[in-house]
């Protein structure tokens, strides 16, 4: 089954890419993989959330930002895409980094980050298994709660 495909049946639609908010690219093609910059939980250009997870009040509640870091994936899955020119020529997940805008004494980031991996797991199967760090940092740029960045393999 073909990656076009794959979301079709889940009911996905392929965001559009977000423009950068800095000196980069989305996504660049090196050989036979592609490597998307950090991509953060935008819908229609539109940042989701803002702020650090944790507990708390005023806090971006964990399993809000398991679902941040699926869009977030989402997202990279699209700059992929649009860098190769076809969707259907992703093949696979290497390296997954997610980074978590984490209050004091939150160490929930693995959990966090599941989000993405979940969601490559559902789009790729077995060869959406790869890599993973699960990282928290202090603050985010725009002050999202999580970026996700992906290696993907292309054909």
Do not use: C
């Given at each position: 089954m073909?990656?076009s ?6 009911g ?7 423009t950068?908010a800095g000196a980069?690219v989305?996504?660049?093609v ?6 998307t ?7 229609a250009g539109?940042?989701?959330a803002?702020?650090k ?6 806090l971006?509640p964990?399993g ?12 990279a899955v699209?700059?992929?895409a649009?860098a190769?020119?076809d969707v259907?020529?992703i093949?696979g997940?290497?390296?997954?980094t997610g980074f978590v ?11 966090v980050?599941?989000?993405a991996?979940?969601?490559?797991g559902e ?14 940092v ?10 996700v960045?992906?290696?993907?393999t292309?054909?």
């Amino acid at each position: 089954m073909t990656l076009s495909q794959k979301l079709a049946d889940l009911g996905i639609d392929l965001p559009a890419v977000a423009t950068p908010a800095g000196a980069y690219v989305p996504a660049k093609v090196h050989g036979d993989l592609v490597y998307t910059a950090g991509q953060l939980p935008f819908v229609a250009g539109t940042l989701l959330a803002t702020g650090k997870v944790g507990d708390g009040h005023g806090l971006v509640p964990a399993g809000d930002a398991h679902q941040y870091a699926r869009l977030s994936a989402l997202n990279a899955v699209a700059a992929a895409a649009a860098a190769v020119g076809d969707v259907d020529r992703i093949t696979g997940v290497l390296k997954v980094t997610g980074f978590v805008a984490s209050a004091p004494g939150f160490t929930g980031q693995p959990g966090v980050i599941n989000g993405a991996s979940e969601l490559l797991g559902e789009l790729f199967g077995d060869d959406g298994r790869h890599a993973r760090s699960a990282v928290g940092v202090a603050v985010l740029p725009l002050d999202s709660p999580v970026e996700v960045e992906v290696v993907f393999t292309v054909s």
